[in-house]
């Protein structure tokens, strides 16, 4: 009756882009991927970045990596990404928008364009512009059992009702425009949901707690990963494994059917604190 069930998992064979591979959470993703068989473009700004992670993956294999060189804080940058993967490819099954950064200022003196417009710009619009770009490509061939797929590394940040005294953060530095992209993140991934199931394809977001990247590299430092830990019942941060085992899930035949979700992925750290907060 089950029989079907054996090849539930996987991503052998499947072409991949992932934004921000070169890095943190992106590299985390990129590496399950390749590990799994899968044809992997890693995109972001730092070529030396994106070449060293290339060659550590294609040392690891069985699947290959590459790289695209782009900055997708604009619509031509999403275009152009776009571009150059659809003079190598004809289909593409798995768009991963990881691409991501925050700002952390005091109340009174969060700076315009990297405050607010580089965030909301890299966040936000990139998922929607590189998507739009990509989806003939995630689109062609699909069918309602093996649809295209889109990931959004999203995060905890966007339901959470404060944006100060994060461990992450400096002092009396907030991060109030990281939290509204990711909450923004999170509501593009259900409007995205809707408008590209017709089309066969599936979109879904992560939303992350802490992992270690670079963008938790200040907090780790001082803190400590057990001191970023402090108030999760598991008494961790997230391991690569715990990103590669839920995007894996997501890309594979059993998601087939999983579209416009948002998967926490913190060991019920957000959940544990508001309630002992209530
Ligand atoms: N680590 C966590 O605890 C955590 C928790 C929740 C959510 N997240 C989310 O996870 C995603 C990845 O972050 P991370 O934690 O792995 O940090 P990270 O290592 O700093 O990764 C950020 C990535 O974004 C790329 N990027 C930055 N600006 C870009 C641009 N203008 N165009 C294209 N790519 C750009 C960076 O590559 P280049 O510098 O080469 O451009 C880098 O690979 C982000 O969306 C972040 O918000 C992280």
């Known amino acids: ?87 190598q490819e004809s289909k593409v099954h798995i768009l991963v928008n990881n691409s991501g950064a925050s700002w952390g200022a005091p109340y009174s003196n969060v700076p315009e364009k990297e405050g607010w417009d580089k965030i909301l710009s890299l966040n936000v619009k990139s998922i929607f512009y590189l998507t739009a770009a990509l989806t003939p490509l995630l689109a062609k061939d699909a069918t309602s059992f093996d649809p295209g797929r889109v990931i959004n590394i999203s995060s905890v940040a966007g339901f959470l009702s404060t944006s100060t005294g994060s461990k992450l953060a400096d002092g009396d530095m907030g991060l109030w425009s990281y939290g509204t992209s990711k909450a923004a993140a999170n509501h593009l991934t259900v409007l995205l949901s809707t408008t590209l199931a017709p089309k066969f394809i599936t979109v879904n977001a992560i939303c992350p707690g802490v992992f270690p990247s670079k963008m938790t590299a200040f907090g780790i430092k001082k803190h400590g990963e057990d001191g970023l830990a402090v108030g999760n019942p598991f008494g961790r941060i997230g391991h690569p494994r715990d990103m590669a085992g839920v995007a894996l899930f997501l890309v594979s035949p059993a998601a087939a059917y999983v579209t416009g979700n948002h998967v926490i992925l913190d060991g019920s750290g957000m959940h544990s604190r508001l309630k002992g907060n209530l």
């Open 1 to 87: 009756m089950n029989s079907e069930a054996k090849s539930l998992f996987g991503v052998k064979g499947k072409v991949a882009v992932v934004t921000g591979g070169g890095s943190g959470i992106g590299s985390m993703i990129a590496s399950a991927f390749v590990q799994n068989g899968a044809k992997v473009y890693i995109a972001s700004r730092k070529e030396k970045q994106l070449q060293d992670m290339c060659e550590a993956l294609n040392k690891k294999g069985p699947g290959s990596c590459h790289y695209v060189v782009a900055d997708l804080t604009t619509k031509a940058g999403c275009d152009s990404l776009a571009g150059k993967i659809k003079e």
